[in-house]
């Protein structure tokens, strides 16, 4: 995504497809809406502040010592030690683009007016963003219970000024990287510290990404899939209009209207003989029925995740209009946890779908004539696609067993006072392996469908395979002799990734 694109954070939504624009490097402003909500947001909580109701994480401690008063003049040093001490995530780290998509969701939250933060805390994160300064936050601690708190904590750090930042992949000081960019750190004099751990915007942010992902890989897995139909020799009464009809699941009829322009004035394909006198396995008769089901569980999963991103997962929520403060559990990560689940279940099925593709592509008892692992010329002495076929399997079977829930997968933290917790980044790398398996899957797929269309006469092709075929072999030339093949693979999992089919 080209810096040149500008998306703002702040008006009434923040759409999936926005997230992922920011995390790709887009340009971020303020909306001009936001900025007299967060002033007035800010003048409550110095208000309240001054009384003597007690405030969680305002004037009182947090968690199990919320019990606690904290004295004025302690505030600050009370908000840094709440984010020194969260700031504790270990192993690799996260993606950039996974940081940025954080910290854009966080903006938004705090947008809405209901957080009671310093309104610079919001132009230090937007800030932050168009410098391309990155907190680093690394895989292992969160469990999704008042939120990410140890990986936002990670991104509080570094607005604090404190900690290791990455800019253009090189890792330096926070305090160091904001004064080159021209920004000052927060000093947190009232809930800043706090607002900034407290809330679901890390898992959630990453769940956007992942949201437009899975639709990108979803897109290509029917492609394939029309290509493997084409080269297989599929009946097409499978993609019978009057079939679908009488079974309404709107994106199966939908796939099948799609499968029939793919394969459109195709002589690869059966039509003529009775669909019963040879029956097509499921991976070829089920695709419509199959992939819609995926389809379903990805755009489900987007729907949560979609209210999540104009939502407020902070705690307490100071309602300045109502002049009251709300405290409850805004912040607990189960929605997106369970969406996320959710998601990496139709994943692995578009997964588990194009790996027994790829396997009746590869077999010689199974494929219709076409040479064992589409091996063109000598099989004595060339292996084609085996190679491949090895990968696939690995990526199936690795999936198989991440497709476990994660979200119910709950070990109670903070004292038992998050006695119930969401493991909303446990789903969420979950999630982006699988999805990973599953676009590599498909573009093994892909270069192998092209394949088999060759041998099998081009030209004989269906419109929309053809055309398929061409985008494919744009960056991936055909296999005559043997060559290792990871590299054809990465560029058409690219390709898919940027929407290139």
């Known amino acids: ?87 504790v995530t270990l192993g690799a780290p996260h993606p950039p683009a996974w940081v940025r998509a954080a910290m854009a969701v966080r903006a938004q939250v705090f947008c809405h007016g209901h957080s009671g933060v310093d309104p610079q805390l919001v132009e230090t994160l937007i800030g932050m963003l168009n410098a391309r300064i990155h907190p680093i936050v690394r895989e292992i601690g969160g469990v999704g219970a008042s939120g990410d708190l140890v990986e936002l904590a990670q991104i509080a750090l570094a607005v604090l000024g404190e900690g290791e930042v990455d800019v253009d992949g090189e890792r330096t000081a926070a305090a160091s990287a904001l004064a080159r960019a021209g920004l000052t750190p927060i000093v947190p004099a009232m809930r800043e ?4 751990i407290n809330g679901t915007s890390f898992h959630g942010g990453v769940a956007a990404l992942l949201v437009v992902r899975a639709r990108r890989v979803a897109d290509a897995a029917i492609i394939a899939a029309a290509m493997a139909f084409d080269a297989l020799g599929g009946h097409v009464e499978a993609l019978d209009p009057a079939l679908h009809a009488a079974r309404p699941h709107a994106g199966a009829a939908a796939i099948a209207e799609r499968l029939r ?81 959710q998601l990496k279940l139709g994943i692995v099925e578009l997964g588990v779908m194009s790996e027994r593709r790829l396997a009746r592509l590869f077999d010689p008892a199974l494929n219709g004539g076409l040479p064992a692992f589409l091996i063109r010329g000598d099989a004595g002495l060339h292996s084609g696609f085996m190679g491949l076929q090895y990968c696939a ?25 998050q006695d119930v917790v969401s493991m909303g980044m446990v789903a969420a790398r979950h999630a982006a392996r699988v999805l990973d398996n599953a676009a590599r899957t498909v573009a093994i797929e892909l270069l192998a469908a092209a394949q088999a269309l060759e ?9 929309g395979t053809r055309a398929a075929y061409d985008v494919v072999r744009r960056v991936s030339p055909p296999l005559f002799d043997d060559r290792p093949l990871a590299d054809d693979v990465e560029r058409i999992v690219a390709l898919i990734d940027r929407g290139g089919l």
Request: glycine share 8%.
């Open 455 to 463: 041998l099998r006469g081009l030209v004989r092709a269906g419109s």
């Open 1 to 87: 995504m080209s810096s040149e694109v500008t998306v703002a954070v702040g008006a009434t939504t923040l759409s999936v497809d926005a997230v992922d624009a920011i995390a790709h490097g887009a340009t971020v402003a303020l909306d001009p809406a936001a900025q007299a909500r967060l002033r007035r947001s800010y003048a409550f909580a110095q208000r309240i502040a001054a009384g003597a109701t007690p405030v969680y994480g305002l004037t009182t401690g947090c968690g199990p010592l919320s019990g606690q008063r904290i004295d004025p003049a302690q505030r600050e040093a009370f908000q840094r030690n709440l984010v020194r001490s969260h700031a």
């Open 393 to 417: 399997s690995a990526m199936a079977a690795e999936s198989g067993l991440l497709s476990a829930p994660a979200s119910v997968r709950s070990v109670p933290t903070n004292a038992n006072n």
């Open 193 to 196: 510290g706090l607002a900034l």
């Open 261 to 341: 322009t793919l394969l459109a004035g195709s002589a690869l394909v059966r039509s003529a003989e009775p669909a019963a006198a040879r029956q097509d396995a499921y991976t070829l008769r089920c695709i419509a029925q199959v992939a819609a089901a995926a389809g379903d569980a990805i755009e489900s999963a987007a729907r949560v995740v979609a209210v999540e991103l104009d939502s407020v997962t902070d705690n307490p929520l100071l309602l300045a209009d109502e002049d009251r403060v709300v405290h409850g559990g805004n912040f607990h990560g189960q929605p997106v946890a369970m969406a996320l689940d």
